[in-house]
Nanobody, 129 residues
Framework: QVQLVESGGGLVQAGGSLRLSCAASGRTFSSYNMGWFRQAPGKEREFVAGISGSGGSTYYTDSVKGRFTISGDGAKNTVYLQMNSLKPEDTAVYYC??????????????????????WGQGTQVTVSS
């Protein structure tokens, strides 16, 4: 079991930056594939970025490559999403999610929401033009 709490959302102008945090309690996140998803009004929840275990592998959706960076801090059991060069189309509620790895050290990054068992409550990101 793992509990996830996101923070760091807010209102920012286009071109600005935000850093989201996801604090995990329970088992250490090195046992999990961690993902960031987002959901805009009237749209389906979509994958944004993922990191496998202790952070050796990452993966991004095309629309955020080069602008967003996912990283993890094992000592703090926290995953981050650094978002730069934000655009109005990045406006959404951002969710952190966790899916257990099949074994420690496995390199797995899932991209579908149904593959993740644990979710945070979400944090709103609004980018004004």
């Amino acid at each position: 079991q793992v509990q996830l709490v996101e923070s760091g959302g807010g209102l920012v102008q286009a071109g600005g930056s935000l850093r989201l945090s996801c604090a995990a309690s329970g088992r250490t996140f090195s046992s999990y594939n961690m993902g960031w998803f987002r959901q805009a009004p009237g749209k389906e929840r979509e994958f944004v970025a993922g990191i496998s275990g202790s952070g050796g592998s990452t993966y991004y959706t095309d629309s955020v490559k080069g602008r967003f960076t996912i990283s993890g801090d094992g000592a703090k059991n926290t995953v981050y999403l650094q978002m730069n060069s934000l655009k109005p189309e990045d406006t959404a509620v951002y969710y952190c999610a966790a899916a257990m790895l099949p074994f420690l050290g496995a390199v797995v990054i899932r991209t579908r929401p149904r593959e993740y068992a644990y979710w945070g409550q979400g944090t709103q990101v609004t980018v004004s033009s």
